[in-house]
Every structure is written in structure tokens, then in C-alpha cells.
């Protein structure tokens, strides 16, 4: 919430990870460099972000509550999910929606 109105990036080694919109208006991008990001917006607020263990828990952690969810819908275990990215998952809910029709 203290950030909420202040341009700020998430950053790693070198360069910016992530941006808000507000830091992206004032000419941040995605993967720039954390000197051009500072020229480009000099009271952007850098958070280091290197460290990706905490999220990867937090991640695990979604993944199966959504797994759980997946496969209490209707069509039970036939349905299934797949995690994509670190922050990225996919139901495929077929059987459920088969058996809502059948």
C-alpha cells in the first residue's frame, strides 16, 4: 500500500524484472537496465527481488490449493491441472463439463 502511488520496479542483478504502471509511464521497461531505469525515473524505488525462494514457497503453496479445487469440481480426479511457470497453472476441466452435459 506505500507504494501504491510511487513508481517502483522489482529488481535483479543488474536489471529491472517488473515495473508498475506508474514507473512504466515515466519510461521504465521490463528488463532495462536498473542505470537507464534510474535516469529514466529517478525517484523509482527498487526492491531486490534476487532472492526467489519466499515466492517459490508461496507458489507451491497456491498451486496446490488450486490442484485441491481443481479436482473437487464436477468430474473429480479426471480432471486435471498442469502448472505452467512459476505463477502459472491450467485446469483442464473436460470431464466436468462432459458430465454437466451428459
Same mark, same amino acid.
Given at each position: ?19 508498475? $504502471?506508474? /514507473?512504466?509511464?515515466?519510461? !521504465?521497461?521490463? =528488463?532495462?537496465?536498473? &542505470? %537507464? ?25 497456491? $498451486?496446490? /490449493?488450486?490442484?485441491?479445487? !481443481?479436482?473437487? =469440481?464436477?468430474?473429480? &480426479? %479426471? ?24
Amino acid at each position: 500500500p506505500d507504494l501504491a502511488t510511487k513508481p517502483f520496479a522489482v529488481g535483479q542483478k543488474h536489471i529491472i524484472v517488473t515495473c508498475n $504502471y506508474i /514507473a512504466r509511464s515515466r519510461g !521504465v521497461s521490463k =528488463l532495462m537496465l536498473r &542505470t %537507464a531505469a534510474m535516469k529514466a525515473c529517478p525517484e523509482l524505488i527498487i526492491i531486490e527481488g534476487s532472492d526467489l525462494e519466499p515466492y517459490r514457497r508461496q507458489a507451491r503453496k497456491i $498451486y496446490n /490449493a488450486f490442484r485441491t479445487a !481443481v479436482a473437487a =469440481l464436477p468430474g473429480g &480426479t %479426471a480432471n486435471f491441472s498442469k502448472k505452467g511457470g512459476m505463477d502459472e497453472m491450467y485446469a483442464d476441466v473436460s470431464a466436468g463439463v462432459n458430465s454437466f452435459f451428459s
